[in-house]
């Protein structure tokens, strides 16, 4: 027991820190695009396309490295927990209930990435020199993708700690039977 809290601690932890850096910093805004605007977009298109394909970069990576431990989290750890505990003939209901909610968080989870990888490859393939107002839309849609897959890492990152203790409930509850 206490190695599986060990390890679901050190998940959460791990996951935690990650996607923080996916927080958008910015909201979009309805602002109305002046010539001085769109002179400054098409001044800095280069800077800011380099900049996004590095984004698109980080990006990819770390989803792959974060879906792989949050698909973790479920299949090596929570299913297997709680398989053992209907095995044993215990009573694990919240922890299935927890384990359930986590599911349909990480298939959201994957649905808003897949959402904003599309917004991203159709943002690097527009041409800001020519194009400075549907560049600058796209980046704004883009980035309130880029917002919800954060937001979907926030409500993942909280169910591991409500899983994480209420698995603590369930050991002090399992000791105290032992």
Do not use: W
């Not at 800095?44 to 698909?71: I, K, P």
């Not at 943002?123 to 897959?149: E, G, H, W």
């Amino acid at each position: 027991m206490k190695r599986f809290l060990i390890i679901i601690a050190a998940f959460a932890v791990t996951v935690a820190g990650s996607f923080a850096a996916m927080q958008s910093t910015a909201s979009a805004e309805d602002v109305l695009m002046t010539e001085a605007h769109i002179a400054r977009i098409r001044a800095n298109c280069v800077d800011a396309q380099s900049s996004l394909r590095q984004l698109h970069a980080s990006d990819a990576l770390l989803r792959v490295n974060r879906g792989q431990v949050y698909e973790s989290m479920s299949t090596k750890l929570m299913a297997t927990f709680n398989s053992r505990v209907a095995l044993n003939r215990l009573d694990g209901l919240k922890l299935v209930s927890i384990a359930a909610q986590y599911e349909t968080q990480l298939m959201n989870f994957r649905q808003n990435y897949q959402s904003y990888e599309e917004s991203m490859s159709g943002l690097l393939k527009l041409n800001c020199i020519n194009q400075p107002v549907a560049f600058y839309d796209s980046v704004a849609a883009t980035r309130a993708m880029r917002k919800k897959v954060h937001d979907s890492t926030l409500s993942l990152h909280k169910t591991i700690r409500d899983y994480k203790n209420e698995f603590e409930l369930f050991a002090k509850q399992f000791e105290g039977v032992k």
